[in-house]
C-alpha cells in the first residue's frame, strides 16, 4: 500500500521521507530568506 504523498505531485518512491521534506523545506525557506535580504539591500542599501 502506498502512501497518500506517492499519489500527489510527487510520484516517487520514498517521497514522504522525514529527510527529503526537511531538506526541500530548507531550501525553500533558504531561497524566499536569501530574496528578501537580496530586496532590502538593494532597495535600502543597507551595508
Not at 16 to 38: E, R
Amino acid at each position: 500500500m502506498s502512501s497518500d504523498f506517492d499519489r500527489g505531485i510527487m510520484k516517487f518512491k520514498g517521497a514522504d521521507n522525514p529527510l527529503i521534506i526537511t531538506l526541500s523545506a530548507v531550501v525553500i525557506l533558504g531561497a524566499i530568506l536569501t530574496l528578501v535580504w537580496w530586496s532590502l539591500h538593494s532597495a535600502y542599501a543597507l551595508h
